[in-house]
């Protein structure tokens, strides 16, 4: 386990998260998983304790907004190799697979610099994209909705309802996009 500023920036808005859930407990309870195993910052991206992103499907259905935003760049990005729904092609693996055991770090470090003939044997290339910002800028909502898809969290086919894009999250996207 990993004790650096991932662990202690996650226990700060665990604090922070609770002391709001505190103040309004008149909420409905928002995810499926108990609270304390995820924690929410401020803009709305659930991370587990360790820090990875993941996703949060409400009991409804409801998806959060960086899942429902992974299953469009995913389609822009992604689905013309790895197919629709990262279900796989004939020549790129199906991702849905891949993260029942490639963590989130590795599954960053294959995006940015791309991998070769691991998966399959004949010139298989996944291309680096860690100059693509329409990818890396939106990386975390990719893996967040491969993830939901790989642990059956949400159905096939198009998202339902969905948490609305705050300002914040707003705000950070173009920042990345511009900077
Ligand atoms: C031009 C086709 C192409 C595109 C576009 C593409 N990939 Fe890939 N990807 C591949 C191929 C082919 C492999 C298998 C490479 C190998 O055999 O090592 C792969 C492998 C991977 C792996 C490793 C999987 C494993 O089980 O080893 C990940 C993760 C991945 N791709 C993610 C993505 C994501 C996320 C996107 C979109 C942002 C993307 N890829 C876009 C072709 C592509």
């Given at each position: ?16 998260f ?12 928002p ?80 995006v ?14 996944m ?6 910002k ?17 642990d ?5 086919g ?10 914040a ?11």
């Open positions: 386990m990993r004790f650096g500023t991932g662990f202690l920036s996650a226990a700060i808005v665990t604090a922070a609770f002391f709001q859930a505190s103040a309004q407990a008149a909420d409905p309870a995810a499926v998983a108990p609270a304390a195993e995820k924690t929410v910052s401020p803009d709305g991206k659930w991370s587990l304790k360790d820090g990875t992103p993941i996703y949060n499907i409400q009991a409804d259905g409801t998806m959060d907004w960086f899942t429902y935003s992974g299953f469009r760049r995913y389609h822009s990005e992604c689905h013309v190799c790895h197919g629709p729904e990262a279900q796989g092609s004939t020549y790129a693996p199906a991702l849905v697979d891949s993260l029942k055991t490639l963590d989130y770090a590795k599954f960053v470090g294959v940015a610099s791309g991998q070769q003939n691991v998966r399959f044997q004949n010139n298989s290339i291309p680096a994209l860690g100059d693509n329409n990818v890396m800028c939106y990386l975390d909502d990719i893996y967040v909705y491969i993830k939901a898809m790989s059956g969290a949400i159905p096939r198009r998202p339902g309802s969905r948490v609305d894009k705050t300002a999250q707003g705000k950070n996207e173009n920042d990345c996009l511009g900077g």
